[in-house]
């Protein structure tokens, strides 16, 4: 099993930058890409970013681009979420996942922790 704990969290008003990380614990080294999702109030979890540990490959979903940024240390399985120019749309819960495969849907989850924005 792997936990995943992630901190960072809080409340920030619109136009500013909140950092999340994730730490892994546990098999860690069956972890080949970790991720985040958000999940606003009365809404779907949705995929924010991920990354690729082999290769060191990034995504985005198109409603972050070029205001997050995730990077991380893959020999502590650490991932971190750089978040700028927040809008209260971005308000939810942020989750952290990682998969032990580079196709199949991620395996674990954190417990989540919120983000605010206001206006």
């Known amino acids: 099993q792997v936990q995943l704990v992630e901190s960072g969290g809080g409340l920030v008003q619109s136009g500013g930058s909140l950092r999340l990380s994730c730490a892994g614990s546990?098999?860690?080294?069956?972890?080949?890409?970790m991720g985040w999702f958000r999940q606003a109030p009365g809404k779907e979890r949705v995929f924010v970013a991920g990354?690729?540990?082999?290769?060191?490959?990034?995504y985005y979903a198109d409603s972050v681009k070029g205001r997050f940024t995730i990077s991380g240390d893959n020999a502590k399985k650490t991932v971190y979420l750089q978040m700028n120019g927040l809008k209260p749309e971005d308000t939810a819960v942020y989750y952290c996942?990682?998969?032990?495969?580079?196709?199949?849907?991620?395996?674990?989850w954190g417990q989540g922790t919120q983000v605010t924005v206001s206006s």
């Open positions: 990354i690729t540990w082999s290769a060191g490959n990034t």
């Open positions: 996942a990682a998969a032990s495969t580079t196709t199949r849907p991620y395996d674990y």
């Open positions: 546990g098999r860690t080294f069956s972890v080949v890409r």
